[in-house]
């Protein structure tokens, strides 16, 4: 599909949740406590957060995209505007909070895996009647970090209901849940046209709503009998998806040099979104764009600095 074909059938984009920045460490990463001083190989400080990511990517891939979100009234915030802005995200509903700072995650990048440090800071304070009032023209609305977000989380089956009312569709990406609790869910699923987990929250929300047993297939189609298709994120092997009544849907990933896998979900995310928001229906080709758009975001450390053009994506598929 050309990048013409694609911006004419684009539609506009709301994501909604979190805003903030991400340091990203390679090399030594494992604390050593007792006052060690251990050496990096990189740091680097790029735009985070889920939604974050996802609203950079989807502008990156030339979809009309807002963000929903809050950052705090400091330097971390207005680099975190900037960023977005840069891309062409409309941050107009990026709001600021007076006193909160910004939220900031520490990414430890170990070669085969990573962990991350998160201050929330003015993340949670993000509220549903905010998300309305940034709806405006929006067909599409995407949800990330739910548990981050606890009192828009309490809000979001009414506003859910109330968006479907208006003809919009919804996605959610819930993240992993920090207090490993994964409460909520069985009230939000339902309104909800695609959930976006990789195989550890597949696996996680599933047993947290009593669906356990069989095949990570089979936990997905019963979770897709509640209402949304669900769409698995699984690393290496690309992605597949699954609807209550139709059959499992996979694209692989591209082969190429991973530098950090940091968002390279929300990458996916995007990429399968911005097929959506374009009006490809085959669900085999959304596929394809997610994972094409994960895969290239690897390339450099951080969830933005490497994430896949229009042009980039669409040679790829070629």
Same mark, same amino acid.
């Given at each position: 599909?050309?990048?013409?074909i694609?911006?004419?059938?684009?539609?506009?984009?709301l994501?909604v949740?979190?805003a903030?920045?991400d340091?990203?460490?390679?090399?030594?990463v494992v604390p050593?406590f007792g006052q060690?001083?251990q050496l990096l190989?990189s740091?680097d400080?790029?735009?985070g957060?889920s939604?974050?990511?996802?609203a950079?990517?989807?502008a990156?891939l030339?979809?009309?995209?807002a963000?929903? %979100?809050?950052?705090g009234?400091?330097?971390f915030?207005?680099l975190t505007r900037?960023?977005?802005?840069?891309?062409g995200v409309?941050?107009?509903?990026l709001?600021v909070?007076?006193?909160l700072?910004t939220?900031?995650s520490?990414?430890?990048?170990?070669?085969t895996d990573?962990?991350?440090?998160t201050?929330?800071?003015?993340?949670?304070t993000?509220?549903g009647d905010?998300?309305?009032a940034?709806?405006?023209g929006?067909s599409?609305v995407h949800? $990330?970090?739910?548990?981050?977000?606890?009192?828009l989380a309490?809000?979001?089956p009414?506003?859910?209901?109330?968006l479907?009312?208006?003809g919009?569709t919804?996605?959610l990406d819930t993240?992993w849940?920090?207090?490993?609790?994964? $409460?909520?869910?069985a009230a939000?699923l339902?309104?909800?046209?695609v959930?976006?987990?990789n195989l550890?929250?597949?696996?996680?929300? #599933?047993?947290?709503l009593g669906?356990?047993g069989?095949s990570?297939?089979?936990l %997905?189609r019963?979770?897709?009998?509640?209402?949304?298709?669900?769409?698995?994120k699984a690393?290496?092997?690309?992605?597949?998806?699954? $609807? %209550?009544?139709s059959p499992?849907?996979?694209?692989? #990933?591209?082969?190429?040099?991973?530098?950090?896998?940091?968002?390279?979900?929300?990458s996916?995310?995007?990429?399968?979104?911005?097929?959506?928001?374009?009006g490809i #229906?085959s669900?085999?080709?959304?596929l394809?764009?997610?994972?094409? #758009?994960?895969s290239?975001?690897?390339r450099?450390a951080?969830?933005t600095?490497?994430?896949?053009?229009l042009?980039?994506l669409t040679d790829?598929?070629?």
């Amino acid at each position: 599909m050309s990048a013409a074909i694609v911006e004419e059938a684009a539609v506009r984009v709301l994501v909604v949740g979190d805003a903030n920045v991400d340091l990203v460490l390679r090399g030594d990463v494992v604390p050593r406590f007792g006052q060690a001083e251990q050496l990096l190989d990189s740091a680097d400080l790029t735009l985070g957060s889920s939604a974050g990511i996802v609203a950079h990517g989807l502008a990156r891939l030339g979809i009309p995209t807002a963000l929903a %979100a809050t950052v705090g009234d400091d330097e971390f915030g207005r680099l975190t505007r900037g960023w977005l802005s840069e891309a062409g995200v409309d941050v107009s509903s990026l709001g600021v909070h007076p006193t909160l700072p910004t939220g900031l995650s520490v990414i430890l990048s170990a070669p085969t895996d990573r962990s991350i440090l998160t201050l929330l800071g003015s993340i949670p304070t993000l509220t549903g009647d905010a998300v309305l009032a940034a709806v405006k023209g929006a067909s599409h609305v995407h949800f $990330a970090s739910y548990f981050l977000l606890p009192g828009l989380a309490s809000q979001l089956p009414s506003l859910l209901a109330s968006l479907r009312s208006r003809g919009i569709t919804t996605s959610l990406d819930t993240n992993w849940d920090p207090c490993e609790k994964w $409460a909520g869910l069985a009230a939000v699923l339902p309104l909800v046209d695609v959930l976006l987990p990789n195989l550890e929250e597949l696996r996680a929300i #599933a047993g947290s709503l009593g669906v356990l047993g069989g095949s990570d297939e089979d936990l %997905a189609r019963r979770l897709a009998g509640l209402g949304p298709r669900v769409v698995v994120k699984a690393g290496r092997e690309g992605g597949w998806s699954v $609807a %209550a009544d139709s059959p499992v849907v996979r694209a692989p #990933a591209l082969v190429v040099e991973a530098h950090d896998t940091t968002g390279a979900g929300d990458s996916f995310d995007a990429g399968y979104l911005a097929a959506v928001a374009s009006g490809i #229906a085959s669900e085999s080709e959304r596929l394809r764009w997610a994972t094409v #758009a994960g895969s290239l975001s690897t390339r450099a450390a951080g969830g933005t600095p490497a994430q896949a053009t229009l042009t980039e994506l669409t040679d790829h598929l070629a």
